[in-house]
T-cell receptor, first 111, second 114 residues
Framework: KNQVEQSPQSLIILEGKNCTLQ??????????LRWYKQDTGRGPVSLTI?????NTKSNGRYTATLDADTKQSSLHITASQLSDSASYIC??????????FGAGTRLTVKP | NAGVTQTPKFQVLKTGQSMTLQCAQD?????MSWYRQDPGMGLRLIHY???????DQGEVPNGYNVSRSTTEDFPLRLLSAAPSQTSVYFC?????????????FGDGTRLSIL
């Protein structure tokens, strides 16, 4: 069983709407949690990095939250744009040389 | 600033052939790593390096070799290609092996083994 589970697997929203992607993990110990955006045919691009003591981190219209007690994180996208169509990947590290990747949520933004 | 550059972008091999996937970064990053990405699965770590001359195995190292003779380059070698190695391969780098900096990825090599 994957130690990083993301939901939903895929999501379709209309341009301008908000959405929230979920990440639940069982990785232990915990060093940091990262969210990446991966466009089709490209490598992942870092959006946010949170350590144990941080419970929210923003990057423009992207806001990530972390509840280390329940081992849950979410990525909230505000006022979606067509360019937000991509896969969003949650990554949890037990230490700095080990990264456990979720399978990603495929987001499609339609006009 | 080119970032992380991977070559080739696409490759088709026959079972049993060998080849080297190239990865270069121009950011003077100490940490470099190789991942494979398969449909429906998260990226999985193949090998990593915390600096020139130092490499270590990740989660799925079998069938792959790496070396790190310079800070800039981290090639991945397939010794005898098998159909199970059909995948998209990503190289990544990070400034400090032990810090929380962002990891930069290349755009991948799409490899098919027939």
């Amino acid at each position: 069983k994957n130690q990083v589970e993301q939901s939903p697997q895929s999501l379709i929203i209309l341009e301008g709407k908000n959405c929230t992607l979920q990440c639940n993990y069982t990785v232990s110990p915990f060093s940091n949690l990262r969210w990446y955006k991966q466009d089709t045919g490209r490598g992942p691009v870092s959006l946010t990095i949170m350590t144990f003591s941080e419970n929210t981190k923003s990057n423009g219209r992207y806001t990530a939250t972390l509840d280390a007690d329940t081992k849950q994180s979410s990525l909230h996208i505000t006022a979606s744009q067509l360019s937000d169509s991509a896969s969003y990947i949650c990554v949890v590290s037990p230490n700095n040389n080990d990264m456990r990747f979720g399978a990603g949520t495929r987001l499609t933004v339609k006009p | 600033n080119a970032g992380v550059t991977q070559t080739p972008k696409f490759q088709v091999l026959k079972t049993g052939q060998s080849m080297t996937l190239q990865c270069a970064q121009d950011m003077n990053h100490e940490y470099m790593s190789w991942y494979r990405q398969d449909p429906g699965m998260g990226l999985r770590l193949i090998h990593y390096s915390v600096g020139a001359g130092i490499t270590d195995q990740g989660e799925v190292p079998n069938g792959y070799n790496v070396s790190r003779s310079t800070t800039e380059d981290f090639p991945l070698r397939l010794l005898s290609a098998a159909p199970s190695q059909t995948s998209v391969y990503f190289c990544a780098s990070r400034l400090d092996p032990y810090g929380n900096q962002p990891q930069h990825f290349g755009d991948g090599t799409r490899l098919s083994i027939l």
